[in-house]
């Protein structure tokens, strides 16, 4: 597969984004990077800049459907779009709460995590498809292959941009645009720095950046990682509720608050 030399990254202020944004940074590249925070993003710039590459910066919210549509169809006129990984998330659980999680929690984790990816790969697939080519990375989580008690709308909204992506890579695959999901495990970054409990297999982002870059130039549908952990929680799913739920429930969670 040619190399991607124009390629939009949304969360890219941080965390996995930054780092994806590091990793493909290189002379001939263009970069356009979107987040909330200007000050984080100008700072990945100014890096990926070192490293050869020409980048445009954006602050845009993923959950304004507009401005993201406005945001990728200028980079898109711009010069035609390789490839856009939708990257921006949030997470939060229910970790000392006495029920479920508030409403309002429940609603920003889906408006981020669901409809973000999707204000963000929507516009433009109809162009990618009308060219026949480009390729689309959606970030979900390995935490989206089974609901945990400890994060309920984390886990769902993830679910649902893996299944979304697994689907959509089928039906655009005529056209020539290439659809992967990425499944990370544990990633040392503001998101997990929070979590006050073991987290096996924790990853640098670096190597999270890397083994992603990997599987794309591979068109693999699926970019689930560490093995291990991804074997886990794919054994989780396949049993039966009744085996797993008494487990479940009595795992350390994420503290109840958008982070
Ligand atoms: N770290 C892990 O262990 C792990 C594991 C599995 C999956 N993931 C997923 O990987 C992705 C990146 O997470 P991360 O770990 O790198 O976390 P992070 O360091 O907190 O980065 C999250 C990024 O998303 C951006 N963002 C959040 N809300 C946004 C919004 N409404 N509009 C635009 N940008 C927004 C943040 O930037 P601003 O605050 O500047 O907007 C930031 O750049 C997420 O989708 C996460 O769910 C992470």
Request: net charge positive.
């Amino acid at each position: 597969m040619p190399m991607p030399t124009t390629i939009l990254i949304t969360g890219a202020s941080s965390g996995i984004g930054a780092a994806l944004a590091l990793e493909y940074a290189a002379p001939g590249v263009t970069l356009h990077l979107g987040a909330r925070n200007t000050e984080r993003l100008e700072a990945v710039a100014v890096a990926a800049r070192a490293a050869g590459a020409t980048v445009a910066i954006t602050t845009v919210d993923v959950t304004d459907a507009e401005s993201i549509r406005r945001w990728v169809i200028a980079a898109d006129d711009s010069m035609p779009l390789d490839l856009i990984i939708a990257n921006a998330g949030v997470s939060a659980g229910t970790s000392g709460l006495q029920g479920a999680e508030p409403d309002a929690q429940v609603r920003a984790v889906f408006a981020t995590n669901l409809d973000g990816v999707l204000n963000t790969i929507l516009p433009i697939l109809p162009r990618m498809a009308a060219r026949g080519r480009g390729q689309l990375a959606l970030v979900s989580s390995l935490a989206g292959y089974r609901g945990m008690p400890s994060a309920p709308s984390y886990c769902a909204s993830k679910a649902a941009v893996k299944v979304f992506g697994e689907a959509l890579r089928g039906t655009v695959h005529s056209s020539g645009v290439k659809v992967s999901v990425v499944c990370p495990g544990y990633v040392r970054t503001p998101l997990t720095d929070v979590n006050d409990f073991p987290m096996p297999f924790l990853m640098e982002t670096d190597k999270a950046a890397r083994l992603i870059r990997r599987g794309l130039e591979r068109d693999k549908a699926r970019i689930a990682f560490p093995w291990p952990l991804a074997a886990t929680v794919w054994l989780l799913q396949a049993l039966p509720p009744a085996w797993i739920d008494p487990i479940l429930r009595r795992l350390p969670g994420k503290a109840a608050q958008v982070a």
